[in-house]
């Protein structure tokens, strides 16, 4: 399985946008984003089941991750967007052997092509 991400684009500082991204039943679901030249780094992570979350630091309070079972989907709302934030954004699944809380990109796969986001000032 590989993951669709969408809704990434152009904002400028201080502003929101809703990625969005096919899900499968897994045991939770995660966006990453990697800025170029850098590693994939952690932002959110949901439970499939029961819709626990934990985030980064860095995005605590100004994203939201969600999940809708109706449609297969996990959601990241994004508010407040700073510079920082500009990067590829993907989202993946956790694989069966990892641990809840996970935040290593290791931890996850199924990852697909993913969006950009850009924020400018």
């Known amino acids: 399985v590989q993951l669709q991400a969408s809704g990434g684009g152009l904002v400028q500082a201080g502003g929101s946008l809703r990625l969005s991204c096919t899900a499968f039943a897994t045991i939770g679901m995660a966006w990453f984003r990697q800025a170029p030249g850098k590693e994939r780094e952690f932002v959110a992570a949901?439970?499939?089941?029961?819709?626990?979350?934990y985030y980064a630091d860095s995005v605590k309070d100004r994203f939201t991750i969600s999940r809708d079972k109706a449609t297969t989907r996990i959601n990241l709302q994004m508010n407040s967007l700073k510079l920082e934030d500009t990067a590829v954004y993907y989202c993946?699944?956790?694989?069966?052997?990892?641990?809840?809380?996970?935040?290593?990109?290791?931890?996850?796969?199924?990852w697909g092509q993913g969006t950009q986001v850009t924020v400018s000032s």
């Open positions: 949901i439970s499939w089941r029961d819709g626990r979350r």
């Open positions: 993946g699944g956790l694989r069966t052997t990892a641990t809840w809380g996970s935040k290593s990109s290791s931890d996850f796969d199924s």
